[in-house]
Every structure is written in structure tokens, then in C-alpha cells.
């Protein structure tokens, strides 16, 4: 039997889409607005961004913020009425997962053949009007960065290049899902492939500007609350 939080609530109309109930706030919302977790066989919480994994699911707003409050008001036991494990580090996890979804979003526009890395590539694919998704990495100088960003924007508008220009991941990080050394601008083409760039980077980004709080370490790696 579903959880209260794993329910479907009916859809109104600034959604459009099943509500969930967030196990923090105790409001619905969509479902790209919450993250759900759900116990694993070993009685520990796991993180389901792909929310595929079996089980009863627990909701919770898709910010660091939230995932914190969660632990401190311990809502994964309250929720599932029973004593679970939870990672003390879990919000850390929760964003190397959103971290890693991104990376692979990008190893996978790549192997396509629609990702191409570094400034001179970048600048040509902007010029061709193919570049649907801009990537840099966070550490980026502010000048290339500056650049980019104006023909990039010039060519497709102002407002669709606000989710199209991605910097969620360092050079370092960047450089490994391509698979090439000190990677610090990249560009894609081609539309799954670029939506799943974005939507990812909205997620890793709407996750850490939820707020940096992070709950007292214990000591320990899993409590059991």
C-alpha cells in the first residue's frame, strides 16, 4: 500500500501534472518540484532521483534546504512509521547524485556527436545557429564566459537562453564527462539530448539555491532515527 506521500493527488491547473505531499512543508507539489527517497532492503533511505526504484516513496522539496530539515525533523521515520537508516551526509549524496546525472547527460551528448568542447568549437557552433545548450565550467574566466554568452544570446534571445547556459560543474568535472583534459567551454546540439542537459542543470541548480544548510554531523555515518 502507497504512503500519504507517495500518493497521487489530482492536478490543478498551474501544473498540470499528479501532486505529491512533501514530507517537510506538508504542501503538494510536482513532482520536478520534490525529490523522492524510498527504503531500501537494509532499512537505510535512498535517494530515487530517477524515481523508478520499487518501495514506498517519501517526498521532499528538491532543495538542500528541505533534504536537511528533513533529517532534523526526522520525516523519513515519521512518514514510513518505522525506525529507518539515514546517511548523515545525505544532503551531500543527494547533490554528487544530481552531480553525476548531469555529467551523464553531457558523456552521452557527447558519444552522440552532439557535444563539442572548447572555445574556438563553441564559438563556430554558436556562429552556425546549432548550439542549443551552452556549458561552461564553474570556474571558468569571466571574460570567455562573457563572450560566449552574448553571441550565444544574440543569436537565440534573451529568454531562451536563460535554462540553455549551464555552470554547474567544474572544469575538472567537466573534463571527465567528456573525456578531455581541462575542458572549460562545451556546446551541444540536437533537441533529447540538450533537454536533458538543461533539465538536469535545473535541477542541480534549484537543489543547492534552496540554501547551504546542513545538519549537525553526529559522529557517525547513519544514524538510525
Not at 542549443?132 to 543569436?155: I, M, S, W
Not at 535545473?202 to 534552496?210: A, I, M, T
Request: charged residues 25%; hydrophobic residues 45%; proline residues 4%.
Amino acid at each position: 500500500m502507497a504512503s500519504a506521500e507517495d500518493r497521487q493527488v489530482p492536478p490543478d491547473a498551474t501544473h498540470g501534472s499528479p501532486l505529491r505531499l512533501c514530507a517537510v512543508t506538508r504542501t503538494h507539489k510536482g513532482a520536478d518540484d520534490l525529490i523522492r527517497f524510498v527504503l531500501a532492503p537494509d532499512g537505510s533511505i535512498v535517494p530515487d532521483l530517477a524515481r523508478r526504484l520499487p518501495g514506498r516513496g517519501v517526498w521532499v522539496g528538491a532543495t538542500r534546504r528541505d533534504v536537511a530539515a528533513a533529517l532534523r525533523q526526522k520525516a523519513f521515520a515519521r512518514s514510513l512509521k518505522r525506525s529507518v537508516l539515514v546517511p548523515n551526509d545525505l544532503v551531500e549524496r543527494v547533490e554528487s547524485l544530481l552531480k553525476r546525472r548531469l555529467a551523464d547527460a553531457i558523456s552521452l551528448a557527447r558519444k552522440a556527436g552532439l557535444l563539442v568542447a572548447g572555445f574556438a568549437k563553441v564559438e563556430e557552433l554558436i556562429g552556425l545557429g546549432q548550439a542549443v545548450v551552452l556549458v561552461h565550467a564553474a570556474d571558468a574566466a569571466g571574460d570567455g564566459v562573457a563572450k560566449l554568452d552574448r553571441k550565444f544570446r544574440a543569436l537565440r534571445g534573451p529568454g531562451a537562453a536563460a535554462e540553455a547556459i549551464v555552470r554547474e560543474l567544474t572544469s575538472a568535472e567537466l573534463s571527465l564527462a567528456i573525456g578531455r583534459s581541462n575542458v572549460v567551454h562545451a556546446a551541444a546540439s540536437g533537441g533529447g539530448a540538450c533537454r536533458r542537459i538543461a533539465y538536469e542543470a535545473s535541477r542541480l541548480r534549484r537543489y543547492r539555491e534552496g540554501g547551504p544548510e546542513v545538519p549537525t554531523d553526529t559522529g557517525s555515518n547513519t544514524g538510525r532515527v
